[in-house]
Antibody
Framework: QVQVVESGGGVVQPGGSLTLSCVASGFSFNTYAMHWVRQAPGKGLEWVAFIRSDANNIYYADSVRGRFTISRDNSRNMVYLQMNSLRPEDTAVYFC?????????????WGQGSLVTVSS | AIQLTQSPSSLSASVGDRVTITCRASQDIIRALGWYQHKPGETPKLLIYEASGLEGGVPSRFSGSGSGTDFSLTISSLQPEDFGTYYCQQFNNYPLTFGGGTKVYFK
């Protein structure tokens, strides 16, 4: 059974940093791309970042490019989202998502989410 | 980035109604579009992939259609458990984008 579990959320001041972690199980993690998606309070879903199975292809939303870094450790079935220069508008629940197919399309299995609050 | 415009932004309907939500892309995305259902307190659920592919376990009252720039999600007979917000999402180009969502209420 596929499981995806995020951790690392919390409250951080504007300009601060935070790293989210996601551990996955129940599938061949090292063959699957992974995504981060977020939802700000009262807002819709926003895709954040993508990493290919071998980490050779990485993409970011325009809103986070240059501030966020996605990475993975296939030996530990982990994917990370390092978030720097955080802004109040980054306040959101961050979801880690396994795609429907290995190369990345569609968000099939989601974690419960990790809340990040950027506030002074 | 490709913009996805959903309509309506909200709708109210009765059990048994046929409901259609539309999604228009700002450029041709062929058939690289998915639909998700998101209920409060739950994780989003993939309903439709590749414009019309029904994800496993999703009831057959859900269907998707369209190609190019115009797409739709139809619920043939609305059930009480179908309340929530529905999103389209394109996978043709990065950055990936979602539509603004359609909130489904019950009359």
């Amino acid at each position: 059974q596929v499981q995806v579990v995020e951790s690392g959320g919390g409250v951080v001041q504007p300009g601060g940093s935070l790293t989210l972690s996601c551990v996955a199980s129940g599938f061949s993690f090292n063959t699957y791309a992974m995504h981060w998606v977020r939802q700000a309070p009262g807002k819709g879903l926003e895709w954040v970042a993508f990493i290919r199975s071998d980490a050779n292809n990485i993409y970011y939303a325009d809103s986070v490019r240059g501030r966020f870094t996605i990475s993975r450790d296939n030996s530990r079935n982990m994917v990370y989202l390092q978030m720097n220069s955080l802004r109040p508008e980054d306040t959101a629940v961050y979801f880690c998502a396994k795609p429907l197919r290995a190369y990345g399309p569609y968000f099939h299995s989601w974690g419960q989410g990790s809340l990040v609050t950027v506030s002074s | 980035a490709i913009q996805l415009t959903q309509s309506p932004s909200s709708l109210s309907a009765s059990v048994g109604d046929r409901v259609t939500i539309t999604c228009r892309a700002s450029q041709d995305i062929i058939r690289a579009l998915g639909w998700y259902q998101h209920k409060p307190g739950e994780t989003p659920k993939l309903l439709i992939y590749e414009a019309s592919g029904l994800e496993g376990g999703v009831p057959s009252r859900f269907s998707g259609s369209g190609s190019g720039t115009d797409f739709s999600l139809t619920i043939s007979s609305l059930q009480p458990e179908d309340f929530g917000t529905y999103y389209c999402q394109q996978f043709n180009n990065y950055p990936l984008t979602f539509g603004g969502g359609t909130k489904v209420y019950f009359k």
